[in-house]
């Protein structure tokens, strides 16, 4: 009852009547010790938010589509060595080398594929499908990245992999994993939705939070499976988490696969294994993952050595559900972390204003911005169009001198000389470089016109707006202002960095665009013009 009435301090209510809000499950030992839920499950309806509700789980779909696959591996139906394109013929010539155990790991150098979709005009409540998917698979024409030299998380592979299971199984995923994991562990109300008509009974719908008062429908309407569409409960979640705790016969040599760490070419360890992270959380090795998809979050979090586990299923974009899953397995398991709580150490605010500036990623180009706080650090991957910080930013807190903690508990930014390294969840380093910060050229004319991304077949309009500077704007996209990050580069509101390349006479005849999970996609120059609006 105690543990009951501190985990609902955790998520407070809302103070709008009615809102959205979360499902939580604990297990411990085997049992269920809290299974509950908060808010509303369907606004116009009034109907609450149980044990019982449905919701789209996102990413968490990830691992049990890596499940189905090892189950094909362990019934030697394929190899994890097999190519990829072995079994997906619609595979481009630049994927050659990819294999099925590259897409499990998010190795394969493949950029992802929803990016890709917004660049190519579509909106994120139109249809897609599998085959929408394929077709962008298919346009590559360069890759992140060579197979298995880095990490970059990416819903390509496990769209790929569904299909894989599709065709080595012949069921579809969603038949395949019913027949093999939800129906024998009981888990009576998961499956994969490959029809988004499908009525569902007990569903959680998702919401966008509009300020106060205000919330709007914000559900997927995609029929693509893999990396997301699982839908389930915190009850079935549950059931799972006890499985890969402590897995049946018929279970434990594929769950020693999928908890397996996955590694690069240069041997290094990654922190994330067949679906799910790899991690620790003061001192206590953590099996973890999130999901977010439009209007919902979700986390499932195992702490093996304690037989813990904690399950977030949510129908609000800005519930931050690993976060809680953290602060609920503090409650859970209080006095039984081996490590203390991360000390918040100050440095001397002459150090912080030191290390403010623009950073350039040393491999993708891709910028971001460290700003001081009045409690330590920001990060951002933009500026405002007065060249302040943008309202989307991560705060970092100080544990040293060096090191600082991000606001999700998990990310780390590191300083060493002059550069910086943000540490994923994931243990996945990315060096950031100190770059000179542009102060804005005396002539944005020069980078205006339209821009042609072959691999695409769209285009990238760039031109002057009044008040706002250079923008940016795509087929069916919002105008984006650019704000200037390092020579010829600029950054929009998005998390995206552009930068222009020179021909041999000086002159800009292209741009390429980087970001978290596309990096140097080419846009040629087809027209110059002085462009505005």
């Known amino acids: 009852m105690i543990v009951d009435k501190q985990i609902e301090k955790i998520a407070p209510p809302d103070g709008r009547q009615p809102a959205p809000g979360w499902a939580v499950g604990v297990l411990r030992n085997g049992k269920p010790v809290h299974v509950k839920g908060y808010g509303f499950a369907d606004l116009e309806h009034r109907a609450c938010i149980t044990e019982t509700t449905v919701f789209h789980a996102a990413s968490l779909s990830k691992q049990f589509t890596a499940c189905a696959v090892l189950m094909l591996a362990a019934a030697r139906k394929l190899s994890l060595e097999d190519r990829a394109s072995d079994h997906v013929p619609e595979m481009p010539a630049c994927a050659a080398r990819i ?11 493949l950029r992802d594929l929803w990016p890709l979709l917004r660049l190519s005009g579509w909106r994120e409540m139109d249809e897609r499908t599998e085959d929408d998917a394929l077709e ?95 839908h389930t409960t915190v009850e079935d979640l549950l059931v799972w988490a006890g499985t890969l705790l402590a897995p049946r ?22 922190g994330y294994g067949a679906g799910v992270g790899l991690g620790s959380h003061r001192g206590l090795n953590v099996v973890r993952h999130s999901g977010w998809d439009l209007g919902y979050v979700s986390h499932l979090a195992l702490y093996p050595k304690r037989g813990c586990a904690v399950a977030i299923l949510g129908n609000s974009c800005l519930l931050q559900p690993a976060l809680r899953a953290r602060q609920v397995a503090e409650v859970c398991l209080r006095g039984r972390f081996p490590g203390k709580p991360a000390r918040h150490r100050t440095p001397p605010r002459a150090l912080l204003s030191k290390k403010q500036g623009v950073y350039r990623h040393s491999r993708t180009g891709w910028a971001l911005w460290i700003d001081p706080t009045e409690d330590g650090l920001a990060l ?38 002059g550069a910086l390294t943000v540490r994923s969840e994931f243990g996945v380093d990315d060096v950031f ?46 105008v984006r202002p650019l704000s200037p990050a390092y020579a010829d580069a600029f950054t929009d509101d998005n998390k995206a960095t552009y930068i222009f390349g020179r021909d041999v006479w000086g002159e800009i005849d292209r741009v390429a665009l980087s970001a978290e999970r596309v990096h140097h996609l080419r846009f040629d120059r087809i027209s110059v013009h002085n462009w505005r609006i």
């Open 249 to 270: 016969r018929s279970f434990a040599a594929v769950v020693a696969e999928l908890l397996r760490a996955g590694t690069l070419n240069n041997g290094r360890r990654l």
């Open 433 to 478: 470089e100190r770059a000179v910060a542009a102060q804005g050229p005396r002539s944005l004319e020069p980078y205006t016109g339209t821009y042609r991304s072959r691999e695409l077949g769209t285009t990238l309009d760039v031109g002057v707006r009044r008040g706002k500077g250079l923008v940016v704007t795509q087929r069916k996209g919002p």
């Open 136 to 230: 962008i698979v298919r346009s590559h024409e360069e890759l992140n990245f060579a197979p298995g030299e880095a990490f970059t998380y990416c819903n390509t592979g496990y769209t790929l992999l569904a299909r894989v299971v599709k065709q080595v199984s012949g069921e579809s995923l969603r038949r395949f994993t019913g027949k093999h994991i939800f129906e024998p562990l009981g888990m009576t109300k998961t499956h994969f939705r490959d029809d988004h008509r499908q009525l569902l009974k007990g569903r959680a719908y998702g919401y966008t939070d509009g300020g106060p008062g205000r919330f709007g429908l914000w559900v997927p309407n995609f029929d693509l499976v893999g990396p997301t569409s699982l």
């Open 99 to 109: 294999t099925l155990r590259h897409l499990l790991y998010h190795t394969s150098g």
């Open 380 to 417: 951002s991957y933009g500026r405002s169009t007065t060249g302040s910080a943008p309202k989307s930013y991560v705060p970092l807190v100080p544990l040293g001198r060096r090191r600082f903690l991000a606001s999700d508990e998990v990310t780390e930014v590191i300083f060493d000389r």
